[in-house]
């Protein structure tokens, strides 16, 4: 779905999502094997990547994550986290949020009647939508 989207019109993807699997699951070596894209995970250090990112409100760190952040190569990783910090002494979700801090290159394509620069942005589960921060700077 996504190689239909991008050849209409070919734009720097960041994949991420709750993939209810580990780092040696199936689904999640397909996009680490792809070599279009790198995990956001490859630039923390290796301590923090083998930490859980589901935490089911019972907090603590020993596991592995099950969140990813996949993005372009031609994307620059700036950083990557995961946050494990409460709001009003409560977690705000059952998962650490995944954070990303990335300069995507910008192609502008000028055409009429459409604003010269955009970001689509896909969730496709709505549930997901408190567990990521995507910063994003131009």
């Not at 239909?4 to 199936?26: C, H, I, K, Q």
């Not at 020993?62 to 969140?67: M, R, T, Y």
């Not at 000028?110 to 969730?123: E, M, V």
């Amino acid at each position: 779905y996504m190689d239909t989207l991008n050849r209409e019109e070919p734009l720097p993807l960041v994949l991420m999502g709750d993939f209810n699997a580990y780092p040696n699951s199936e689904e999640v070596r397909f996009w680490q094997e792809d070599p279009r894209f790198t995990s956001v995970f490859s630039t923390m250090d290796r301590h923090e990547t083998l930490r859980k990112t589901f935490h089911d409100f019972e907090a603590g760190y020993q596991g592995e994550p099950i969140d990813y952040i996949f993005v372009f190569k031609t994307t620059q990783i700036k950083s990557g986290s995961i946050i494990y910090s409460k709001v009003d002494n409560m977690y705000p979700s059952d998962h650490y949020p995944v954070c990303a801090r990335i300069n995507i290159p910008v192609y502008i394509k000028r055409r009429k009647g459409i604003f010269p620069s955009f970001f689509y942005i896909y969730f496709k589960d709505s549930s997901l939508r408190g567990n990521f921060v995507l910063t994003i700077s131009i």
